[in-house]
């Protein structure tokens, strides 16, 4: 089986929820990757949600970011870091 349609879903650090802010997709035929963020983005943005860093423009599946290798990649290296205990190392683990 072979996926070639993700749904990029945040969660707000604040209180959990989920949020789907965007899509990732590539063609079978060894088409490039594109990424394009959701129409509405505006309840995530109400919850702390930013454009991602290596994504800064609001674009839409019409004008979608597109690569031929590395966009997933280059999409969960940047994606911003949760704060929250989840993210805290306790007082045994040494900071990175």
Do not use: N
């Amino acid at each position: 089986m072979t996926i070639d349609h993700l749904l990029v879903i945040w969660g707000a650090p604040s209180d959990g929820g989920r949020h789907a802010i965007g899509h990732l997709t590539r063609e079978p035929s060894g088409a490039p990757y594109r990424f394009w963020y959701e129409r509405d983005l505006s309840a995530a943005i109400a919850r702390g949600f930013t454009l991602f860093p290596s994504f800064p423009e609001h674009r839409k599946e019409e004008h979608p970011f597109e690569a031929r290798s590395g966009l997933a990649r280059e999409l969960r290296r940047k994606c911003p870091q949760r704060a929250g205990p989840l993210t805290q190392p306790s007082e045994d683990e040494p900071e990175p």
